[in-house]
């Protein structure tokens, strides 16, 4: 359908010749949907655009699904796995009449099938895929997806496996781990948190029940319990797509899965604990879709953002991302990387583990029980004819001074610190063993970082805020001037939670004439920090109120990521 909606577009004057070229050529090489690559390069302001011109091309009307709200009696008539499929789902029903929105409306193959299973005459109307694949995970909650594998699973009395004191046998988890329906189980377990955009899977041994969770959006949310006989053969299921040893059940094991969803490839790393009552499972999901390398997206003020681009345009340096595990130092890394990444330089990154693959970066994992550490990692990349050099962590005194040493000798250096804002990281280096001048002349930027979660903005509402709380925020009071703040009171878009999605706030810390002067003088933090904000550093709390100002996060999101 790309190419011949291309030509639709063109002719129309929505887009030009070589846009749609551009367009279609991108749509290949990264495998993504037509439509979504012309919103991508700027083409066109949204898929919403292109289904109304379509649909009115075609003369069968265009719908917005998020305007409108879908009763689940009717989304039923369609089969989960043909709505998944083809991209389609049912809106009404009058008389024998149904109402479906469909992303690709020349696809009479589908519409036959649908006019079979349903006996209703079908209308289509257009919508983009996106907002009907995600109407579809809304709506059918209920009816397919683990729910549905895992009633399918209840009734199957030949799976169960049978466990002596010493545990189930290798043979008998052999046998269970095969069956059609605990290998859909574990697929849907994955699949299901992919689509929910998780970021890690727990699966995790009580003594009565297995508990299922996700990680979205930074938050741990609890799915369907799984049956609690099949314990062993899921964790021995999970081991095998890992290629783990299912008869190790005491020592902890470690290993990848690599499986492909919608079209595209995503790696899990798989994390195997014992505990008391059985085995925990976490699988990290390492999704290059939800993977924001894009700098403008990461959440930056844009008066930041321009100051971190200018620093990391330097020929030489050191550049430090603070802040806690989980605070998205690593992605922030990446999108520096991507945007240096030309054919001109050589960029070496050493990382525990490589979570993403990226082209033209010699990316190296460090195993510090074979002797790769960060450190010799570090020392062999200086051979090895650098332009930059990214260090996953600065843990020791020896990377630390490698590291330094590098960013003295013409090299630009990435690298993280635990440390909890961008002034403390001045003394956290020079506690290492780092000489207070070498820290003084290396140094190009600090940042600190943290993620926050964000606000739906489909539920959102003001609330007033009290003197009190205007008062705990400890800022200047022309900060505070007309200050407004919001909360999600909860819908069916952000499963009622008021929150959806996470972004960044930064506490960008360049490296000027007076804070280098500071660091000779051998200063305190405190005197660091407040040379910074003099100079116009934005705090972590003065960017999050920030945020909370423009309607983005609520006060209690300011309060429980930042400090005053």
Known sequence: MSTELSSILVQAGKITQEQA??????????????????????????????????????????LRLSDIELNPDIVSLIPLDIARKFHVIAISQINKTLLVAIADPNNIYVLDAIKFITGCTVQPVISPEVAIDKAIETHYTDSGGLSEVL??????????????????SDSDLLS??????????????????????????????YEKRIRVRYRIDGELREMAPLPFKYRAAIVSRVKIMAELDISERRLPQDGRIKVRFTGRTVDLRVSV??????????????????????????????????????????????ILVTGPTGSGKTTTLYSALQQLNTIDVNIMTAEDPVEFNFEGINQVAVKSEIGLTFASALRSFLRQDPDIIMVGEIRDSET?????KAALTGHLVFSTLHTNDAPSSVTRLIDMGTPYYLVASATQLIMAQRMVKTICQKCKEEVN???????????????????????????????NTGKKGRSGIFEVMPMTKR?????????????????????????????????MRQGLISIEEVFAVTNA
Not at 22 to 43: C, P
Not at 151 to 168: F, N, S, Y
Not at 176 to 205: G, T
Not at 400 to 404: C, K, V
């Open 21 to 62: 070229n551009k367009a279609l050529e991108e749509s290949r090489e990264r495998n993504k949907k037509f439509e979504t690559v012309l919103v991508d390069i700027g083409a066109v302001a949204s898929e919403d655009e292109i289904a109304t011109f379509v649909g009115k091309h075609l003369k069968i009307g265009a």
């Open 151 to 168: 009633k399918g699973l209840d009734e199957d009395a030949d799976l169960e496996v049978v466990e002596t004191e010493e545990g189930p």
């Open 176 to 205: 269970a781990i095969q069956d059609k329906p605990l290998v859909k189980l574990v697929d849907s377990i994955i699949a299901d948190a992919i689509r929910m955009n998780a970021s890690d899977i727990h699966i995790e041994m």
């Open 273 to 318: 604990l014992p505990t008391i009552f059985g085995e925990k499972v976490v699988m990290r999901i390492l999704d290059p879709d939800a993977l924001k390398v894009d700098m403008t997206q990461l959440g930056f003020r844009e008066e930041d953002l321009n100051k971190f681009r200018e620093r990391i345009q330097a020929p030489y340096g050191i």
């Open 400 to 404: 630390a001074e490698i590291a330094i």
């Open 465 to 495: 805020l009290t003197q009190e709380q205007v008062d705990s925020l400890k800022l200047p009071a022309e900060m505070l001037r007309g200050i407004r703040a919001f909360v999600g009171k909860g819908c069916s878009e952000c499963g």
């Open 515 to 547: 804070i280098e002067s500071l660091i000779l003088s051998r200063a305190s933090d405190t005197e660091i920090r407040t040379a910074a904000l003099e100079e116009g550093m934005f705090s972590l709390r003065m960017a999050a109120v920030d945020k």
